[in-house]
């Protein structure tokens, strides 16, 4: 017990010193600091890199534009470079991010990225440039989501065209290594790009190469097809449009996709929980639904075919382009007439999928082409075309008009022309009663039609659940959704699938297959998909998993409300047979012997495009949950009642 007090006291007195000793410290932090001299920085107060090493020179430059706003580029320039072209690109991706893939001294690994095709670049000696987009990034100005041409979409005094012109009379003046020629290209919105400065080119333009380019974003390209709303491309919108430099990001809430766009109940329901409808260009869209004088006054193969052609140009397209399958074929289409001396316009179709054509092109999914077809052609087709165009003293190349590479076969073609015969009759290959496909007419006495039942609450995936968004990450399928196996789609009861007998003979298309169909809804809206597929033999020797493969050759969606005009969406009347006849995408293939012809019909394509209701309301963007009802679809098959795709057959 005595020590038990004596620790006790002993601790008592400890705890008085300590609180003695914490006052003191107290008292001593609230006087003012000493005085005392800061250690030196050890960071230079102005760094420059010595870049000791380099292959190339780095410049990051400020050039102005004829109304004062000043666009942020990005040089590069091979060491030694002497008389040199120039390859231009202009993004709304970021040019630093363009050019910075790498810690590295060599200009190979820092291009090695998105929208670069680098082996060309650094092979061929060529001066890079990047530049951001007036209102992206690096660069001064307002922001304009494909910002229309000066006229009565744009007031202002500058556009693409004028901004691609300023900047090439800048670069040809303050590079000294150049020889003053310049090329231009890109992908995607950097492919639509080089179609702007084909409107009012500079002199020292010599060539362009648009690849997969946006060019009608309502008829095909990124916003809608036919009228049906692309509704996974609000991610792109978002992430685009929202800030300056990209710093919101979209953001997905389920696992699958198909949950978070059910739930949301339309397009425009999901805009407007996501803050989407504060984006001016979001509103544009939710404005102007149909294909009216907004769409058709910014459709570059319009303003294209309207001017004279001065600068040669090579379409690169893609056959099973996830993102702009209209465009290219859409301007080869509207400016090849002008090339009467055959010299100036060229197309380029390759198997891959959108910007492919700078990857590794050796296969798509479950689709192999035996052999690196996207870099067979930078090799063989590119590398000489630009070097024609742009380096002093090369010789002409041996590029065909169209080079086209045949799927089927997996060969590539030389024409003169696409399609190879134009103006010909193309061959109806008809839907049959018993879900048959045939090039005879159906005949009398046959069952008149087919049917199904199309629910809004239940519609079709566009692929194979789990869906996953948009996007290029690892582990992330969506540029392959084109050639999906199409068996999950065949096997549905609101899925019509017509399939041929097995092919004893090869059947080889080149061109634009058109959908025929005669229907009828109980509604009073629909859509419409067709899809033209090649079903391969049960089991293929070699390669086991593609064993009974059903290969969507092209297909496409068409919003029923514009069957009588584009311009203006109409009620669909109720019950009756109408016909419906749309463009799908281009194709060059050959169905092989011992492979099928398929061709499915149905009515939604989920979440890909928004769901139609079914019921006729003046604007689906602003479609309400009792909008949405239940529909019974009719397909015809008789004769004055054919259905049909128009196949354009070659020998």
């Known amino acids: ?88 690109t202009r993004t709304p991706y970021d040019a630093n991010r363009l050019t910075g893939h790498a810690e590295s001294a060599h200009l190979g690994p820092v291009l090695n990225g998105y929208d670069n095709a680098t082996d060309v670049i650094v092979e061929g000696g060529y001066i890079r440039v990047v ?18 041409l000066r006229g009565p979409r744009n007031p202002t005094p500058v556009d693409h065209a004028t901004d691609t012109y ?62 049906a709303f692309r509704q996974l491309n609000v991610g792109w919108i978002y992430d685009q449009v929202a800030t300056h430099k990209g710093t919101e990001k979209w953001w997905i809430s389920h696992h699958d996709n198909y949950d978070m766009y059910m739930q949301a109940g339309s397009a425009g329901g999901l805009a407007r929980l996501r803050g ?12 102007h639904p149909s294909y009216d004088a907004f769409w058709q006054q910014q459709a570059v193969d319009k303003l294209l075919a309207e001017r004279p052609l001065k600068v040669p140009v090579m379409l690169v397209h893609s056959l099973w382009d996830q993102e702009d399958i209209y465009g290219a074929p859409a301007v080869y289409k509207a400016i090849e007439p002008k090339d009467t001396g055959n010299d100036k316009v060229f197309l380029a179709i390759g198997p891959w999928y959108h910007g492919q054509v700078i990857l590794d092109g050796s296969a798509l999914g479950a689709v192999k082409f035996h052999a690196d077809t996207a870099w067979q052609f930078r090799r063989e087709v590119l590398a000489p075309f630009l070097a024609q165009y742009l380096k002093d003293g090369a010789p002409k190349a041996d590029v065909a008009p169209v080079t086209a590479f045949e799927t089927g076969t997996n060969t590539w073609r030389r024409f003169q022309a696409w399609p190879p015969r134009p103006g010909e009759a193309s061959k109806p290959l008809y839907l049959r009663a018993g879900l048959k496909l045939s ?194 679809q009719r397909v015809y098959h008789a004769p004055g009642h054919a259905s049909l795709v128009e196949l354009p057959i070659v020998p």
């Open 439 to 632: 090039f005879d007419a159906p005949a009398s006495g046959d069952a008149e039609s087919d049917e199904y039942a199309s629910d809004p609450s239940k519609p079709v995936p566009f692929r194979r659940r789990p869906i996953q968004p948009m996007g290029y990450g690892s582990g992330n399928t969506w540029a392959e959704w084109l050639v999906d196996d199409q068996r999950e789609a065949s096997g549905r009861p609101d899925v019509l699938a017509y399939v041929s007998d097995v092919l004893t003979s090869p059947v080889k298309v080149a061109g634009e297959p058109i959908a025929n169909l005669v229907a009828s809804t109980t509604g009073t809206d629909s859509d419409w998909v067709v899809k033209l597929i090649d079903v391969y033999p049960d089991e293929v020797a070699g390669d086991e998993d593609m064993g009974g493969y059903q290969l969507a050759v092209a297909m496409d969606i068409f919003r029923g409300r514009y069957r009588e005009s584009l311009e203006t969406a109409r009620p669909i009347p109720s019950g009756r047979p109408l016909p419906y006849r749309f463009a799908l995408p281009n194709v060059n293939h050959v169905f092989l012997p011992g492979h099928r012809i398929m061709v499915q019909v149905q009515s939604s394509w989920f979440p890909l495009y928004d769901r139609n209701p079914q019921a006729f309301v003046p604007n689906i963007f602003q479609a309400r949950p009792g909008d949405y009802v239940k529909a019974t």
């Open 1 to 88: 017990m005595r020590q038990r007090i004596v620790g006790a006291r002993l601790g008592t007195i400890a705890f008085g010193a300590a609180l003695l000793c914490g006052a003191a410290i107290a008292q001593e932090a609230s006087k003012p600091p000493a005085t005392y001299k800061e250690l030196p920085s050890e960071v230079p107060a102005d760094f420059k890199p010595t870049h000791h090493g380099f292959d190339h020179d780095r410049r990051d430059v400020m050039i102005p534009m004829r109304d004062g706003v000043q666009l942020h580029a990005v040089i590069l320039v091979p060491k030694g470079a002497r008389n040199a072209p120039i390859l231009l």
């Open 166 to 227: 300023d900047t090439i009379d800048w670069l040809v003046k303050n590079i000294p290594e150049t020889n003053g020629k310049v090329g231009i290209l890109g992908i995607s919105y950097d492919g639509f790009l080089p179609l702007m400065a084909l409107v009012d080119p500079h002199p020292a333009l010599k060539v362009s190469v648009p690849m997969n380019p946006m060019v009608d974003g309502w008829m095909g390209d990124d916003w809608f097809h036919h009228g």
């Open 131 to 148: 530049e951001d987009v007036r209102g992206k990034y690096g660069s001064e100005g307002d922001y304009v989501v494909n910002r229309p």
């Open 276 to 287: 989407l409808d504060r984006i001016g260009f979001w509103r544009k869209l939710e404005e």
